[in-house]
Nanobody, 126 residues
Framework: QVQLVESGGGLVQAGGSLRLSCAAS????????MGWFRQAPVKEREFVVG????????NYADFVKGRFTISRDNAKNTVYLRMNSLKPEDTAVYYC???????????????????WGQGTQVTVSS
């Protein structure tokens, strides 16, 4: 069983920054793509960004390009999401997810991720 634990969420003013972390355990972390999704109240869960198993490829949703950066440290079994220039519309619960396919690409569909964390709340005030 894979466990994913997110941390780093909180309350920040518009224009501010946060860094989310996701610590993984339970299988070989560096053999799988990782992703971040988010879900705002009364909205569907949406893809934010994905990173390939070695970190060589990334895949960003258009609404975060240039503001968010994903990275991973395979030695620490951790993936990060650096969020800059935050906007009130970024307010959501952010979820970390682990890909299904061994050495798969950084996909954007939620059904291509096998494991999910419990989420961490990010609130951006105006």
């Amino acid at each position: 069983q894979v466990q994913l634990v997110e941390s780093g969420g909180g309350l920040v003013q518009a224009g501010g920054s946060l860094r989310l972390s996701c610590a993984a355990s339970g299988r070989t972390f560096d053999d799988y793509a990782m992703g971040w999704f988010r879900q705002a109240p009364v909205k569907e869960r949406e893809f934010v960004v994905g990173i390939s198993w070695r970190g060589a490829r990334t895949n960003y949703a258009d609404f975060v390009k240039g503001r968010f950066t994903i990275s991973r440290d395979n030695a620490k079994n951790t993936v990060y999401l650096r969020m800059n220039s935050l906007k009130p519309e970024d307010t959501a619960v952010y979820y970390c997810a682990a890909g299904k396919l061994l050495r798969g690409p950084p996909v954007s569909r939620s059904d291509e991720y096998a494991y999910w964390g419990q989420g961490t709340q990010v609130t951006v005030s105006s």
